[in-house]
């Protein structure tokens, strides 16, 4: 018969965990470990504790190993569901869960956990079989914007002459401040047109900080904090002409305002095409925003139909952006291989969802690390990469170092590989939990040295962060 053990112990890791103290708790768990490394427990709590931070593979790993010492335990089947979870491994998870239920055929939680699971894997059949069967029709094609009618009661900023215009900006902003809609017209038609916009960039954006005044601000991560990242714009000035911004992915999901930061930005990129970037972050994908709450915030705000409009945008966001022939900015980080060249960014075919492997995934989704070489990814995907990677990168390509974004960072950034590769995160607070400042970037053309400027979370409205997430990534489970 299957244990069920309180995970209530006297540890102090336990401690630790219920204080949200994740990197203790892990250091702990791991000291334990070192002592006794037959116990299930410790393996399943420091899993708990891998998962809080977002380190899926390590919280694989951790869960499998607790159910290879004792495969009764049956809250390690519950971490392993989690964890594929949060992989996009949806089979693997029913497979766990299937397993809960039959143990334990009373649990409402498991067993709405087990519906849940098995209707996204249905789900995800029959969009394959969709699409193995045709060419997949844009949404475009099915929609007639010219047709949906304005309502009179409607008071909110309009589109002039279906082109957005910096007084329209300024009202949108203001307007989303005040948690309010803009109209389902004028975001389909935002959608339409940026989605037109971005499929004429290359993967491989190249652009130019000439003069010594001259200067671009880089943020990393904003995750649907849409205060704070008024808060950017109110430090930091609007995006203009002269004001030039890069976002670096990662705009939605997890916060509870991510339509009104992906709609501001994509205004600011129609208003500004050649002074506001964004990059692809790997939140930018389906099976993130099905899990996260993207999905599930658009289907609430708008329809179903919408989503899939932004996901059809967001596969034709740019991967990668050079300045000034020097500088290489990316969401994720290097590569799983050495080799990989410019010309080789250049020639990727991004309209996509992301592959398991290869150099799109590793854009998306790698890590530095502080030793030498490669090794697996916490996350579970790609991998993690040392200064020697990233040393031979920047010679072979001729470049002086990378910014990519990724991880939050208790600073806002952090300077790693000898000041070769710097991480950049821009939401404070981040899910109103981690007390981790932000932070944003100023590259002058003149010399291409980073100035950092940090920032902490301002109020927002009282929406918690992943209301709109799948049921299934709510962790606080037996």
């Known amino acids: 018969k299957m244990k069920y053990q309180d995970p209530a112990d006297s540890f102090i890791g336990t401690v630790f965990i219920s204080e949200k103290d994740y990197e203790n708790a892990i250091r702990y768990y791991t000291e334990a470990l070192e002592l006794n490394p037959s116990n299930a427990i410790y393996f399943s709590n420091r899993s708990l504790a891998y998962l809080r931070t977002e380190c ?9 190993h607790a159910l290879e010492i004792d495969k009764n335990y049956i809250k390690g089947y519950y971490r392993r569901a989690t964890s594929n979870m949060a992989l996009g491994k949806f089979k693997a998870a029913l497979k766990d869960y299937e397993t809960v239920v039959r143990v334990r055929p009373n649990d409402k939680d498991a067993k709405m956990k087990y519906q849940e699971c098995n209707k996204i894997v249905k789900q995800k059949a029959f969009e394959r079989a969709i699409a193995s069967d045709e060419l997949k029709r844009s949404v475009v094609d099915s929609l007639d ?10 008071t909110g900023p309009k589109l002039e002459e279906g082109k957005v215009t910096l007084k329209f900006m300024k009202e949108l902003m ?27 960039l290359p993967s491989l954006i190249e652009i130019m900080v000439k003069e010594v005044s001259d200067k671009i601000t880089i943020c990393g991560d904003t995750h649907g904090q849409y205060y704070d990242l008024l808060n950017i714009f109110e430090l930091n000035g609007l995006p203009s002409l002269t004001n030039p911004y890069l976002f670096n992915g990662d705009f939605v999901d997890r916060g509870s305002f991510s339509v009104e930061v992906i709609l501001t930005l994509f205004g600011f ?4 095409p050649d002074h506001f970037h964004l990059l692809r972050g790997n939140h930018e994908t389906d099976n993130m925003n099905q899990m996260y709450g993207f999905e599930g915030e658009v289907k609430a ?25 020097k500088v290489l900015v990316m969401h994720g980080g290097l590569f799983s291989e050495d080799g990989v060249t410019l010309d080789d960014l250049k020639k990727i075919d991004r309209n996509r969802q992301p592959p398991d492997s290869g150099p799109m995934c590793d854009l998306l989704w790698s890590d530095p690390q502080p030793q030498n070489g490669r090794s697996i990814s916490k996350r579970g995907v790609s991998c993690q990469f040392g200064p020697d990677v990233t040393q031979r990168f920047l010679e072979q390509n001729k470049l002086q170092y990378i910014i990519r974004s990724h991880e939050v960072k208790a600073e806002g950034y952090e300077i790693t590989h000898s000041g070769k590769c ?57």
Not at 145 to 154: A, C, K
């Open 56 to 64: 899926y593979g390590y919280a694989l790993a951790d869960a499998t």
């Open 145 to 154: 914007i010219e047709n949906m009618t304005i309502e009179d009661e409607y």
């Open 174 to 200: 203001d307007w989303f401040k005040d948690e309010k809609k803009l109209h389902r017209k004028c975001a389909y038609q935002m959608l339409v047109e940026v989605k037109e916009l971005l499929s004429k």
């Open 269 to 272: 990129k129609l208003l500004y």
């Open 301 to 325: 705000k708008y329809t179903a139909q919408m989503f899939q409009l932004f996901s059809e945008v967001f596969q034709w966001l740019p991967l990668t952006l050079c300045i000034n022939s």
């Open 422 to 478: 710097i991480t950049v995160f821009s939401a404070p607070n981040y899910c109103d939990q981690m007390g981790n400042k932000a932070a944003y970037i100023h590259l002058r053309g003149s010399d291409l040295k980073p100035e950092f400027h940090q920032f902490t979370a301002v109020p927002h409205p009282n929406v918690k962060p992943m209301v709109y997430a799948n049921s299934l990534l709510q962790l606080g489970m037996m």
